[in-house]
């Protein structure tokens, strides 16, 4: 038997969140101190960036990272609901991810931050894993449905013998 459209590929995530790491040492904004804008432009790689944040939230980071990669992977073999859960707890970790991501990028009080075209790439990856996990978890709640939808139609044909 073939597996399911959404256990298909699993290394496909864990080849984008690859990406990820590699893209760290490259610079991802042009920043300005300042409230006025006048400051001196900086340009700051995702390594400064991770620097700013506080150990927990870096580890929530590098955690969800691991697991939203992991996750297509645990899901291979299981049960239609299961395997469904738990690309919906993929689908809640790469929108975490993808929020984390805009705030480290774009949140600043006294900065100005222009992004540059690996920050971009960040964005568009971590939206590429989210669209990944999005489309696993609809494939998986399509196949529970329609084993419920077979189980039910199986039952009644049972009943009306």
Known sequence: MSPSLAERWPGL???L????PLLLPVPWVLEVK???GHGEPQLRT???LLAELPPASVAVVVLGLALLVALPFLARGRSPGRAALLHLAGVADAALLLWLG??????TIFEERTLKPA?????????AL???ALVRAGLSARAWWRGRQGSRTADDT???R
């Open 13 to 15: 995530r864990a080849a």
């Open 17 to 20: 969140g690859g990406v990820l």
């Open 34 to 36: 300042g409230c006025d």
């Open 46 to 48: 995702g390594v400064d």
């Open 102 to 107: 805009w705030m480290v990028l774009f949140f």
């Open 119 to 127: 920050g971009a790439a960040v964005m568009g990856l971590l939206g």
């Open 130 to 132: 989210g669209v990944d």
């Open 158 to 160: 049972s009943q009306q």
